[in-house]
């Protein structure tokens, strides 16, 4: 196969896996089958597409091979359960063959949307609910998704693995639920589609540090929910949240792929038009009737950090004021430490030092880098070099994002 053929069937692998994946469990109703269709269907693509040429519709090329190689799979199953005389699992597997066939072979578009919502179900904890959502149907890697809950690769594994079987033994069904159940789901989902769009937009490990197809993946649901649920504070709250943040994507990263801090960056280069649209969300999801919604206050802070015409003019107080009040709304690690850090631009790093080390003394998040680095940053500014040299250096060895190992292996070498 030739260099051109492989990268575009990558790239092909890279835009379609998901929706892919999600329709063939819609179409399967298995987990565990349809990862193995979609196997099947990607090496049936790299045997068969160099040499036949790439279909107009991808997609629609590999969702139809992975079903057929699903039902050969089932149908030698059932051939070789009834030699051995296992005549009640065979009928099950000829049943479920029955129900492949009659299904409708239309590509719903919104099939990842869709198993989200099925995911996202109330039989499943909330936990559980993102994580699995998170695995299987947005394609993150299970040391991504357990590095987002800051638990072990193996732990998370665990996990995943008791939540498809609960899916699969409650006989959870894969649909979009009613309008009228719609608002006890929207939670999870919300919290899917973001933490969908943080991996794309700051990614726990490889070589880059943006994703832009899952960013753009995760503003495309976002837009979808928004049609659904229109004038649902959350949902505008999270959509502006992405929209303000994927605006500055571009100056994040520079020409060599390094890490671009906030102060640093060009903001002439920041998406006008983005902005503008997240800036009328957070007014309206500011406005919206009901609880204040976590993701309009984070919407908020994202918009003061756009508004301001360099860092000097940025409104600090006003930041430490909201998520203040964020850790009523959503009192986790990773806020908390964001609070620490705007505090530093307001009262000095001392006493956000303070807050840091609080926050490390409780264990939860030990292993997570920006705490170390941002306490290496305190410690820095204070004099006190040698523990800064060491905050930064315990940073460097639980980062796993190449980028951002630079960056803190260049902030030791500046000491």
């Given at each position: 196969m030739s260099a051109g053929a492989a990268g575009k069937i990558e790239e092909v692998f890279r835009r379609e896996a998901g929706r892919v994946l999600a329709t063939l469990i819609r179409l399967l109703?298995?987990?565990?089958?349809?990862?193995?269709?979609?196997?099947?269907?990607?090496?049936?693509?790299?045997?068969?597409?160099?040499?036949?040429?790439?279909?107009?519709?991808?997609?629609?090329?590999?969702i139809s091979a992975g079903r057929n190689k699903a039902i050969d799979r089932i149908r030698r199953e059932v051939f070789f359960r009834e030699k051995i005389f296992d005549r009640e699992l065979a009928a099950a597997q000829?049943?479920?063959?029955?129900?492949i066939d009659e299904s409708d072979e239309a590509i719903f578009g919104d099939d990842r949307l869709r198993l989200?919502?099925?995911?996202?179900?109330?039989?499943?904890?909330?936990?559980?609910?993102?994580a699995l959502?998170?695995?299987?149907?947005?394609?993150?890697?299970?040391?991504?998704?357990?590095?987002?809950?800051?638990?072990?690769?193996?732990?998370?594994?665990?996990?995943?693995?008791?939540?498809?079987?609960?899916?699969?033994?409650?006989?959870?069904?894969?649909?979009?639920?009613?309008?009228?159940?719609?608002?006890?789901r929207i939670d999870g989902v919300l919290a899917v589609v973001y933490g969908v769009f943080?991996?794309?937009?700051?990614?726990?490990?490889?070589?880059?540090?943006?994703?832009?197809?899952?960013?753009?993946?995760?503003?495309?649901?976002?837009?979808?929910?928004?049609?659904?649920?229109?004038?649902?504070?959350?949902?505008?709250?999270?959509?502006?949240?992405?929209?303000?943040?994927?605006?500055?994507?571009s100056s994040r990263v520079s020409e060599a792929g390094d890490v671009v801090l906030l102060d640093d960056q060009d903001r002439s280069q920041w998406d006008q038009a983005e902005i503008s649209e997240g800036l009328t969300l957070v007014d309206r999801s500011l406005t919206a009737r009901g609880q204040v919604s976590p993701y309009a206050v984070q919407a908020a802070i994202a918009a003061l950090h756009v508004r301001a015409g360099d860092k000097q003019a940025t409104d600090w107080p006003q930041i430490v004021g909201l998520y203040e009040v964020l850790l009523r709304l959503q009192p986790t690690p990773v806020i908390e430490l964001n609070h620490a850090v705007a505090v530093s631009m307001v009262d000095g790093p001392a006493r956000a030092l303070d807050l840091v080390d609080s926050l490390a003394a409780r264990g939860a998040v030990a292993q997570y880098h920006l705490l170390h680095a941002a306490r290496g940053r305190f410690l820095q500014q204070l004099g006190r070099i040698?523990?800064?040299r060491e905050a930064y250096g315990t940073a460097l060895k639980t980062a796993a994002l190449e980028p951002e190992r630079r960056f803190l292996a260049a902030r030791i070498a500046g000491i």
């Amino acid at each position: 196969m030739s260099a051109g053929a492989a990268g575009k069937i990558e790239e092909v692998f890279r835009r379609e896996a998901g929706r892919v994946l999600a329709t063939l469990i819609r179409l399967l109703g298995d987990f565990d089958l349809a990862e193995e269709a979609q196997q099947d269907a990607f090496a049936a693509a790299i045997e068969q597409w160099p040499a036949q040429g790439m279909p107009e519709n991808p997609r629609a090329w590999l969702i139809s091979a992975g079903r057929n190689k699903a039902i050969d799979r089932i149908r030698r199953e059932v051939f070789f359960r009834e030699k051995i005389f296992d005549r009640e699992l065979a009928a099950a597997q000829a049943d479920l063959l029955a129900q492949i066939d009659e299904s409708d072979e239309a590509i719903f578009g919104d099939d990842r949307l869709r198993l989200i919502f099925t995911c996202c179900h109330p039989a499943l904890n909330a936990e559980a609910q993102i994580a699995l959502t998170l695995r299987e149907v947005c394609g993150l890697s299970t040391q991504a998704v357990a590095r987002a809950f800051l638990v072990s690769e193996e732990t998370m594994a665990q996990r995943l693995v008791r939540a498809k079987r609960k899916i699969r033994d409650a006989g959870i069904p894969y649909e979009t639920p009613d309008p009228a159940v719609l608002d006890q789901r929207i939670d999870g989902v919300l919290a899917v589609v973001y933490g969908v769009f943080t991996e794309g937009y700051a990614a726990t490990a490889g070589t880059r540090l943006i994703d832009v197809e899952l960013c753009a993946e995760a503003i495309r649901l976002g837009r979808l929910l928004d049609t659904l649920l229109p004038g649902n504070a959350g949902v505008m709250g999270l959509l502006a949240l992405m929209l303000l943040h994927d605006a500055r994507r571009s100056s994040r990263v520079s020409e060599a792929g390094d890490v671009v801090l906030l102060d640093d960056q060009d903001r002439s280069q920041w998406d006008q038009a983005e902005i503008s649209e997240g800036l009328t969300l957070v007014d309206r999801s500011l406005t919206a009737r009901g609880q204040v919604s976590p993701y309009a206050v984070q919407a908020a802070i994202a918009a003061l950090h756009v508004r301001a015409g360099d860092k000097q003019a940025t409104d600090w107080p006003q930041i430490v004021g909201l998520y203040e009040v964020l850790l009523r709304l959503q009192p986790t690690p990773v806020i908390e430490l964001n609070h620490a850090v705007a505090v530093s631009m307001v009262d000095g790093p001392a006493r956000a030092l303070d807050l840091v080390d609080s926050l490390a003394a409780r264990g939860a998040v030990a292993q997570y880098h920006l705490l170390h680095a941002a306490r290496g940053r305190f410690l820095q500014q204070l004099g006190r070099i040698e523990e800064a040299r060491e905050a930064y250096g315990t940073a460097l060895k639980t980062a796993a994002l190449e980028p951002e190992r630079r960056f803190l292996a260049a902030r030791i070498a500046g000491i």
